[in-house]
């Protein structure tokens, strides 16, 4: 099993360029997550999405859209990069059912630089 | 408010010393709870779930106290490999929240 896996691993955009983080899971999980790290600081929740077609906003969203197709992609789109977004983005999917929640995988992150 | 609080540190101790990171929690319909540790630049992983019974793994202890909200971890004889930012984690039906994490520098 590959897991959370999270494309691409590094990437320089220029500010008001667009971009997708790519993010693909194949345990079958219904939840799935995108958090942000800024240096030195804790996870940061941008959006998350409880099973296809189903989008919510954490607690970031501004600058930032998703979209969930499928159980298995939940990409994240910036349309007009900016300094600010300089950042680390985590992927994360967990199983939720009937109250019982397993914990969240993670992907190896997208070190994002915006300049 | 946040949702999730921990201290975030530094602790800086030395090996084979006793230290204990607490965190609480607001959303009172929580339901799971878990410690996971990060390495620096490196993915948050999973170090145990928490239980309202409280659980051991080795030197890792963790309790959970929900009628105050409440969840700490416990290492003890700590060791230099154990140098890591320790995350609270708390699941709802909705979502899961990280804490901002505790850094924890082990001295020789």
């Known amino acids: 099993n590959a897991g959370v896996t999270q494309t691409p691993k590094f990437r320089i955009l220029k500010i008001g360029q667009s971009m997708t983080l790519q993010c693909a899971q194949d345990m079958n999980h219904n939840y799935m997550y995108w958090y942000r790290q800024d240096p030195g600081m804790g996870l940061k929740l941008i959006y998350y999405?409880?099973?296809?077609?189903?989008?919510d906003k954490g607690e970031v969203p501004n600058g930032y859209n998703v979209s969930r197709s499928t159980t298995e992609d939940f990409p994240l789109r910036l349309e007009l990069a900016a300094p600010s977004q300089t950042s680390v983005y985590f992927c994360?999917?967990?199983?939720?059912?009937f109250g019982t929640g397993t914990e969240a995988f993670f992907g190896q992150g997208t070190r994002l630089t915006v300049v | 408010r946040k949702e999730v609080e921990q201290d975030p540190g530094p602790f800086n101790v030395p090996e084979g010393a006793t230290v204990a990171f607490n965190c609480t929690y607001s959303n009172s319909a929580s339901q799971s709870f878990f410690w996971y540790r990060q390495d620096c630049r490196k993915e948050p992983k999973l170090l145990m779930s928490?239980?309202?019974s409280g659980n051991e793994d080795g030197r890792f202890t963790a309790q959970l106290n929900r009628a105050s909200q409440y969840i700490s971890l416990l290492i003890r004889d700590s060791k230099l490999s154990d140098s890591a930012t320790y995350l609270c984690v708390v699941s709802s039906a909705s979502k899961i929240i990280f804490g901002s994490g505790t850094r924890l520098s082990i001295r020789p």
């Open positions: 994360a999917s967990s199983y939720y059912k």
């Open positions: 999405s409880v099973g296809a077609g189903i989008t």
């Open positions: 928490v239980y309202s």
